[in-house]
């Protein structure tokens, strides 16, 4: 018994620690502090941090959240009327959207599973939260560029339902969404960041109406119809454009959908 009281009262006094490397808020801990096992703290910390760096502990298949509502159709892909139809109200060509939707997801809205495409950015989410799960959850808030390792982790939705149980609101801003890789914290033509998911989660047109609320309201429409790929991807892709040369991608799949 003696040696549980210890064991209890060792926890306690980690805890303080513990929330306050966590937090970054050194409130919790008082004016009194234990060195030696601070510094045991931070070895520990920084231990689990490497280990959560290199691997994922938490698979989840569903949202446990239910803040996403559940698949229930599959759905044919857009059609040449409705690509004719955004192109004439943007007034750019259907080549240039169509080379937007390849270099975006190759035209995939949607995974073998029905659920829109998402690439969860873990800078955006770093952001979004202020950072408090950098060291918690360093594959899920990590800044930039280092988020760019995370890019091409096997599944994309693991890391977005686990960042929706810490925060559904600011994990959903934090992936780009569907056909066209519309961030959700760009949720043009939806009043918040979970409506807009719900809608892509909905049929295609959905993710052709984000293409054109964000390239309308961003003021990219001049980019497009000069062929400005470059000024046109530095927004539309932010940094990642510097390594991954989008605007270069961009032109060569406009050229193959026959734009002029």
Not at 31 to 57: F, M, N, P, Y
Not at 199 to 207: F, R, S
Not at 216 to 231: C, F, S, T, V
Request: proline fraction near 5%; aromatic fraction near 12%; include cysteine.
């Amino acid at each position: 018994m003696p040696q549980m009281s210890k064991v209890n009262a060792n926890l306690e006094s980690l805890l303080p620690i513990v929330l306050a490397r966590a937090f970054k808020d050194a409130t919790f801990v008082c004016g009194t502090r234990d060195a030696a096992l601070e510094s045991r703290v931070q070895r520990h910390l920084a231990l689990i941090h490497a280990q959560r760096k290199a691997r994922q502990w938490v698979e989840l298949y569903r949202d446990v959240t239910h803040t996403m509502r559940p698949v229930t159709a599959c759905y044919s892909p857009l059609s040449e009327q409705a690509y004719a139809e955004v192109a004439k109200f943007l007034n750019i060509e259907v080549a240039a959207i169509k080379a937007v939707s390849e270099v975006e997801s190759k035209a995939a809205g949607y995974d073998e599973k029905s659920r829109p495409t998402v690439r969860f950015e873990a800078n955006y989410f770093r952001r979004l939260t202020n950072g408090i799960y950098d060291l918690t959850h360093p594959h899920l808030s990590v800044a930039y560029p280092k988020s760019l390792s995370l890019g091409n982790w096997p599944n994309q939705y693991f890391r977005l339902y686990e960042a929706m149980v810490l925060d559904p609101v600011a994990a959903i801003s934090s992936a780009s969404w569907g056909q066209f890789q519309v961030m959700g914290d760009n949720h043009s033509g939806w009043p918040d960041p979970i409506s807009f998911a719900h809608a892509m989660q909905g049929e295609p047109g959905n993710h052709l109406k984000a293409f054109a609320a964000f390239v309308k309201n961003e003021g990219l429409i001049p980019a497009i119809q000069r062929k400005d790929w470059l000024a046109f991807a530095n927004r539309y892709n932010g940094t990642d454009n510097a390594k991954n040369r989008y605007d270069t991608k961009i032109s060569a799949a406009y050229a193959r959908y026959g734009g002029k």
